[in-house]
């Protein structure tokens, strides 16, 4: 059985940083490219960071700078460092894990709220 456990989400001021974490159980976890998303209330599902199983990373411009995902393979957990808080950060953040062989999967989601 598959599982992926975020954590992490709280109450930030504006400016503040918050370190997510995923940990993952019933994959192979190195196998996988691990991402983040967030959604917003009323708004569509969007990627902020990926990490393939080399360690290379990719962000949109939005988050470019101000966040910073890393894996660790030993622990079966992604991590989404996240500096620099914005108001419009606030969202549901999402981790997800894909290899081409089974599939994507999802966690549950971790609430991120950043207060002006």
């Known amino acids: 059985q598959v599982q992926l456990v975020e954590s992490g989400g709280e109450l930030v001021q504006a400016g503040g940083s918050l370190r997510l974490s995923c940990a993952a159980s019933?994959?192979?976890?190195?196998?996988?490219?691990l991402s983040w998303y967030h959604q917003a209330p009323g708004k569509q599902r969007e990627l902020v960071a990926s990490?393939?199983?080399?360690?290379?990373?990719d962000y949109p411009d939005s988050v470019k700078g101000r966040f910073t995902i890393s894996r660790d393979n030993a622990k079966n957990t992604v991590y989404l460092q996240m500096n620099n808080l914005k108001p419009e950060d606030t969202a549901v953040y999402y981790c997800?894990?894909?290899?081409?062989?089974?599939?994507?999967?999802w966690g549950q989601g971790t609430q991120v709220t950043v207060s002006s």
């Open positions: 997800k894990a894909t290899y081409w062989r089974s599939g994507s999967y």
């Open positions: 990490i393939g199983r080399g360690g290379t990373a």
């Open positions: 019933g994959i192979v976890f190195s196998e996988y490219t």
